[in-house]
């Protein structure tokens, strides 16, 4: 488990330090795939690599496995870090060795046998996808190629934690999205807990099943990820998850209602149900659902007439069916 608390990181300048964490507190449970999201600028970086210590806070602490790599010595910290893999946007391979010698090298550092690192790092270029490449220096692999690598160099050591620093940034759809698979795979079958940072909602929707939200160098809010995503009660956290369009106001004469999903219904018909039983026009204006598990998650905003009679009668049959719903606007 990773504790993070109070954690406060501050850079000097010439016009005095700028603050770029602010008593952030959080808790990684072992087995989440947990994902930390905000707008460039926010310190989502600056946070993961205060996590190994990359990075040293200026207060608070930074808990893993019961141990506050704050209070140790480097000898120590740098003992912990094998236990805590790291991946990069840009992969940081070693050009001039193969993806093999990619794999290796970490342990080389560790000093373990030439036969028992090769073996190694053969078995981790076989779990992600690249038995055929161990051959191949970076410059002859594809960004997701050399990704899959670096995911694999980073497993090297046998790490209870991976943390992926906007590891899906520089690759194109397809490919981020493969990359999400195995990470969420090495999560499954290897018992790896995986920290994202990212700014893009999808790659925390995808795999996440908890997320906090930075804003200006503090927790907007944090906790499971399908409640964050049907019900976000920050102003940023509604703009990265609702688009401008879902937020806007209504047109004049029309009321909207955003309606929630928690999981808790399965994919019904509730706006045809409703139109069917209060026979007035409902306009779906933005809508956001997930299947998770074969149960319902995410948002839809819809717009019914401005009349107190058909409002009431929208709300009571949502009432009705246990839809939650927030009336004007998202």
Do not use: W
Request: proline share 4%; glycine share 6%.
């Amino acid at each position: 488990m990773i504790e993070i608390q109070n954690l406060t990181k501050q850079f000097p300048t010439k016009e005095g330090p700028i603050t770029v964490l602010d008593s952030v507190s959080l808790t990684i449970e072992d087995g989440d795939i947990y994902g930390i999201i905000g707008l460039s600028g926010a310190g989502k970086s600056t946070l993961i690599r205060c996590i190994n210590m990359l990075e040293r806070p200026t207060h608070g602490s930074v808990i893993v496995d019961g141990k506050d790599l704050t209070q140790i010595s480097m000898k120590e910290v740098r003992a912990m870090r094998s236990r805590i893999g790291m991946i990069f946007q840009h992969f940081n391979l070693l050009e001039q060795r193969t993806a093999l010698g990619n794999v290796c090298f970490p342990l080389e550092l560790a000093k373990v046998g030439k036969k028992e690192r090769v073996e190694r790092a053969r078995a981790l270029l076989k779990t992600v996808g690249l038995a055929d490449k161990e051959n191949a220096y970076p410059s002859e692999l594809s960004g997701g190629q050399q990704q899959r690598v670096a995911i694999a160099r980073a497993l090297a050591t046998n790490p209870s934690y991976l943390l992926c620093d906007e590891a899906t940034s520089a690759l194109d759809p397809s490919t981020t999205v493969s990359i999400l698979e195995l990470l969420k795979e090495i999560n499954q079958t290897m018992g790896v807990t995986v920290v994202i940072i990212t700014h893009e909602m999808k790659v925390v929707e995808s795999i996440c099943n908890k997320v906090a939200v930075l804003d200006h160098a503090r927790i907007a809010e944090a906790g499971e990820m399908a409640e964050i995503f049907c019900n976000p009660t920050s102003g940023i956290a509604k703009s990265l998850i609702l688009p401008e369009k879902a937020r806007e106001n209504p047109v004049e004469g029309r009321v909207r209602l955003r309606l929630l999903f928690n999981g808790e219904k399965t994919f019904m018909p509730v706006v045809s149900q409703l139109i069917l039983k209060i026979k007035t026009p409902v306009s779906i204006v933005f809508a956001d659902m997930k299947d998770i598990d074969g149960k319902m998650y995410g948002h839809m905003v819809i717009e019914v007439e401005d009349n107190e009679d058909a409002i009431r009668e929208v709300c009571a049959h949502l009432d009705e069916e246990h839809v939650a719903y927030v009336r004007k606007g998202a």
